[in-house]
């Protein structure tokens, strides 16, 4: 590639996505959230009244730039929806182009769940993030409330409805949720963002991508 493109994949709540937007400031690349792509296509989805599962293809290909800077696209029911229409392959057929095409323009971070298997295969380097139910659980209870979770039966339902994404991520026939082959695995579970990040920044100095 002309332009470094940097794969990072992983489960929802993991950090992928707040390492990818530190990373590209970092590195001075365009940063894409394609988990946001599946949301927005989510979001018209339920707008319309419509199935995730059925009638997902035909809002990917109509999907406008504002589409993607609406404000409620991190809701519960998007969440659901998001991984429903992610699983029609048609819909993931519908974003393909559009993702490599951001990406190749200028190089790019690129976050989301088959970014190195297969938006990205020849990827200059390929970063599998992730950390155990429980822990995302709590970061994503954060991300919508501000505060920690202290309630144990509503952190127990955020667990269940992180485990229950991951399994229908990881079993759809369409490009499953897993690392690429080549991919570094990080667990984020006793690491904050910073240390994330300099772990990912000494990885890309050692392979000659960043300067030391």
Known sequence: ???????????????????????????????????????????????????????????????????????????????????????????????????????????AVVDGRDIGTVVFPDASAKFFITASPEVRAQRRYMQRHGHPCTDSAVLAEEVAAINARDQQDAARETAPLRPAEDAVRIVTDDLDAAGVLDRVCHILQEKGIIRR
Request: proline content about 7%; overall charge neutral; cysteine-free.
């Open 1 to 107: 590639m002309k332009y470094p493109v940097i794969a990072i994949d992983g489960p929802a709540a993991a950090g992928k996505g707040t390492l990818a937007r530190q990373l590209a400031d970092t590195l001075e690349l365009p940063y894409l959230d394609t988990g946001l792509l599946y949301r927005a296509v989510a979001r018209r989805v339920l707008d319309q009244g419509g199935d995730p599962a059925h009638d997902g293809p035909e809002q990917a290909r109509q999907l406008v730039p504002e589409d993607m800077r609406r404000t409620d696209l991190r809701e519960p029911e998007v969440d659901r929806a998001a991984s429903a229409v992610a699983r029609h392959p048609e819909v993931r057929e519908a974003l393909l182009e559009r993702q490599r095409h951001f990406g190749r323009a200028r190089g």
